[in-house]
């Protein structure tokens, strides 16, 4: 299994950015698929956005298309979620996970950090 942290999550007020990183060890980075999701108390784990392993595609949810981008370096082992244009509703604890091949669900992905908060204020 592949080690994941998150880093980057805080308060911003709407329409504000924040950049979330996701460090990877353990493994060969370059292996897998990147996806981050989100979770809110009460509510299911959301699919945010997923990256395939060379970086070359990507794809996201209706919700933040247009507003986050995400990216990987994979020569630091890295995954990026760009995040503009926030608005409350994206205030959420955000998690990267790692998997065999990108996905919607979470049932595609294996490892998983942590987490990291977002809370965007009116």
């Known amino acids: 299994q592949v080690q994941l942290v998150e880093s980057g999550g805080g308060l911003a007020q709407a329409g504000g950015s924040l950049r979330l990183s996701c460090a990877a060890s353990g493994r060969t980075f370059s292996n897998y698929a990147m996806a981050w999701f989100r979770q809110v108390p009460g509510k299911e784990r959301e699919f945010v956005a997923t990256i395939r392993r060379s970086g070359d595609s990507t794809y996201y949810a209706d919700s933040v298309k247009g507003r986050f981008t995400i990216s990987r370096d994979n020569a630091k082992n890295t995954v990026y979620l760009q995040m503009n244009s926030l608005k409350p509703e994206d205030t959420a604890v955000y998690y990267c996970?790692?998997?065999?091949?990108?996905?919607?669900?979470?049932?595609?992905?294996?490892?998983w950090g942590q987490g990291t908060q977002v809370t965007v204020s009116s």
């Open positions: 996970a790692a998997g065999w091949v990108t996905g919607t669900g979470t049932g595609s992905y294996h490892s």
